[in-house]
């Protein structure tokens, strides 16, 4: 079956703009994570939807940046007023409730001018 | 906060011979995982190891875990071009089941 795909490939914005990066997790998969990866380092865990709630969130660096899940399957980062900083590939991952692996998505490589 | 340190952090061998990876941690963990990207971009698992194995196969892969040291080693047999990634260990720890910590990684060249 399809594996986690993630919209869009690619992003440039101008800081101070609006972001939502898209991810659609592998079928039937409950829990679905957000990770950001900066250059040269290893993904740092954002959040964690288990079904439709966010379950921990413990990640998400500030308030400007937010993620919705409504009905259980697709989710939405959403980044407002966007700082240099936040240029980072940002990648989706999911699993089967309960399950420890998680099957990443190709991610979004968001570059902030 | 990275949880792992690989080590080397860039590694570049010759096709056909073997490359070992090393991985140390912090606290206390449930299982250890390894994972491979190319590019940048998406994460492949390659192999997860609990806290009570001390070793697992996979294929070409061999994953050692020594809870003692906090440490891990992939060993990659028989390398080929196609090998050629950066090479992450991952932990669930604290009790969490989802929340992955990564380490900054090991790049593998492997020249034709």
């Known amino acids: 079956g399809a594996g986690v795909s993630q919209t869009p490939s690619n992003k440039v914005t101008e800081k101070g703009k609006y972001v939502e990066l898209r991810c659609d997790p592998i079928s039937g998969h409950t829990a679905l994570y957000w990770y950001r990866q900066s250059l040269g380092q290893g993904p740092e865990f954002l959040i964690y939807f288990q079904g439709t709630g966010a379950a921990d969130d413990s990640g998400l660096p500030n308030d400007r940046f937010f993620a919705v899940r409504p009905e259980g399957s697709v989710s939405t980062l959403k980044i407002q007023r966007t700082e240099r900083g936040d240029s980072a590939v940002y990648l989706c991952a999911s699993s089967l409730s309960g399950e420890e692996t998680q099957y990443f998505g190709p991610g979004t490589r968001l570059l902030v001018l | 906060s990275q949880q792992g340190e690989e080590d080397p952090q860039a590694l570049s061998i010759q096709e056909g011979e073997n490359a070992t990876m090393n991985c140390s941690y912090k606290t206390s963990i449930n299982n250890l995982q390894w994972y491979r990207q190319n590019s940048g971009r998406g994460l492949v698992h390659l192999i997860l190891?609990?806290?009570?194995?001390r070793e697992k196969h996979s294929g070409r892969l061999r994953v050692t875990l020594d809870t003692s040291k906090k440490s891990s080693s992939l060993l990659i047999t028989a390398s080929r071009a196609a090998d050629t990634a950066s090479y992450f260990c991952?932990?669930?720890?604290?009790?969490?089941?989802?929340?992955?910590?990564f380490g900054k990684g090991t790049l593998l060249t492997v020249n034709p």
């Open positions: 190891i609990r806290s009570n194995e």
């Open positions: 991952a932990t669930h720890s604290g009790g969490s089941n989802y929340k992955l910590t």
